[in-house]
């Protein structure tokens, strides 16, 4: 079983819906949780940084963290065209042997079409 | 601010063979981070530099090295290219130091090994 799993979609809505992307996981010893959002030959891009439970906002995106079951979610209010994308989920421990090393989930692909 | 340089875009190496990657990290960065990205493993972590020391790596085989020099910039070597090794080969950037983890990624080198 995948430390981290993330539903690989793919995932096709119209514009202006909320989208709802998660992930699951497996490692309680993960703080840190990032969303990051790839377009098709692009390296990722990092949307959003959290490292305790509970929502963040940051525009038309919030992610949410629920330690107790391990869960994560990102959702895109007012999605747009140009939000077509991948959007993979990471996370990591803190310092010590975990230096620098993310663990991704296998990323949700998602289309929004006008 | 720039952002994080990878150098090249592409390649196109044959089995056997052994290729060198760049990477230049945000000024100020001194944790460059590694990951190899395919289809079917999505992002995998190879290793972590700071400050020219290796300070984690993953679970792939010596033919993988890296070393990071006094300014930050980071290499990647493969040696003895196998047709599995053909993927998009990804940099993070991030401070590495403190509890903050934030990683900023490059565009990454797409190698391909015929």
């Known amino acids: 079983q995948k430390e981290v799993e993330q539903d690989p979609g793919p995932l096709s809505v119209p514009e202006g819906a909320i989208v709802s992307l998660n992930c699951t996981y497996s490692?309680?010893?993960?703080?840190?949780f990032m969303w990051y959002r790839q377009y098709s030959r692009k390296g990722p891009e990092l949307l959003m940084y959290?490292?305790?439970?509970g929502n963040k906002e940051d525009g038309r995106f919030t992610a949410q963290v629920d330690k107790s079951s391990k869960y994560i979610s990102l959702f895109i209010r007012d999605s747009q065209p140009s939000d077509s994308a991948t959007y993979l989920c990471?996370?990591?421990?803190?310092?010590?042997?975990?230096?620098?090393?993310?663990?991704f989930g296998q990323g949700t692909i998602l289309t929004v079409h006008p | 601010k720039a952002g994080v340089t990878q150098t090249p875009r592409y390649l196109i190496k044959t089995r056997g063979q052994q290729v060198t990657l760049s990477c230049s990290p945000i000024?100020?960065?001194?944790?460059v981070s590694w990951y190899q990205q395919t289809p079917g493993q999505g992002l995998q972590f190879l290793f972590e530099?700071?400050?020219?020391?290796?300070?984690n790596k993953g679970n792939f085989p010596g033919r993988f090295s890296g070393r990071q020099f006094s300014n930050s910039r980071s290499e990647m070597n493969v040696s003895t290219l196998e047709l599995g090794d053909s993927a998009l080969y990804l940099c993070?950037?991030?401070?590495?130091?403190?509890?903050?983890?934030?990683?900023?990624f490059g565009q990454g080198t797409r190698l391909t090994v015929v």
């Open positions: 993070a950037s991030s401070l590495g130091t403190g509890g903050l983890t934030e990683a900023f």
């Open positions: 490692n309680s010893a993960f703080q840190y």
């Open positions: 959290t490292y305790s439970s």
């Open positions: 990471a996370m990591s421990t803190a310092g010590g042997t975990s230096y620098g090393k993310l663990t």
């Open positions: 000024s100020g960065h001194r944790s």
């Open positions: 530099y700071f400050s020219e020391t290796q300070r």
